[in-house]
Every structure is written in C-alpha cells, then in structure tokens.
C-alpha cells in the first residue's frame, strides 16, 4: 500500500521559499499520477500542482504559475514542490497525493481532488512578516 510522508513546511517571510518533500514508501511511483494540494481551514481542498508519470502533463494553479515548481524524482520515489516568491495567501497546510493512472488522465488543470487515493499527514506552510 502507497503511504506518503510530506516534509519541509515552515514559517516563511513575504517573498522567501521553501521546497516540500513527500516521500513515498509502499509501492514505487511507477504511472502514478502525483500532486499536490493545499487547503485552509473553513475552505475546500485546491490544487496547486500535478504531474503525470513519464511526463504526460504537468499543471499549476494560476495563483501558483511562474512560482512553484512540481518535481518527482523515479529512482528516489519522491515529489518535491519548489515554492518561490512565497505570499501570504499561500498559507495552508499542504499534501501531497498520489493516484495510480497508467494513462494520465487525472493530472488536468480542474485538480479534481477524488480520483487521488493516496494521501500525506500535510505539512503547514506559513507565510508572514
């Protein structure tokens, strides 16, 4: 079974970084779709990123386009969400989640949060003076 360990969040000044890691044990992330989401209390769980196995697609939210960068790395069986010029409304508690689709169809700009089936802890990501 594919379990998931996110890591790496923290507090962070207006205009710095950070780059989560989620760690996969299990199964290894072959055709596996993988992304990552975020959500604030009170509010539904968005989608920031994804990335289909083999390079089959790869999007991010508008709010997040030209500051985050979604990796994965095979060998490692890890994602990582490298997340530049942070702002205060990207404050929240991030997961990472995986889904198996051998024919990359989940990973879409509408990040439709249902079809992942394997789910991290969320790391909490702070952003503020």
């Known amino acids: 079974q594919l379990q998931l360990v996110e890591s790496g969040g923290g507090l962070v000044q207006p205009g710095g970084s950070l780059t989560l890691s989620c760690e996969a044990s299990?199964?290894?992330?072959?055709?596996?779709?993988t992304g990552w989401f975020r959500q604030v209390p009170g509010k539904e769980r968005e989608g920031v990123s994804c990335?289909?196995?083999?390079?089959?697609?790869?999007y991010y939210a508008d709010s997040v386009k030209g500051r985050f960068t979604i990796s994965r790395n095979n060998h490692k069986n890890t994602i990582s969400l490298q997340m530049n010029s942070l702002k205060p409304d990207d404050t929240a508690l991030y997961y990472c989640?995986?889904?198996?689709?051998?024919?990359?169809?989940?990973?879409?700009?509408?990040?439709?949060?249902?079809?992942?089936?394997?789910w991290g802890q969320g790391t909490q990501v702070t952003v503020s003076s």
């Open positions: 989640a995986a889904a198996w689709d051998p024919y990359s169809l989940i990973c879409t700009t509408e990040f439709k949060v249902r079809p992942y089936t394997s």
């Open positions: 299990g199964v290894t992330l072959d055709y596996y779709t």
């Open positions: 990335t289909s196995y083999g390079g089959g697609g790869t």
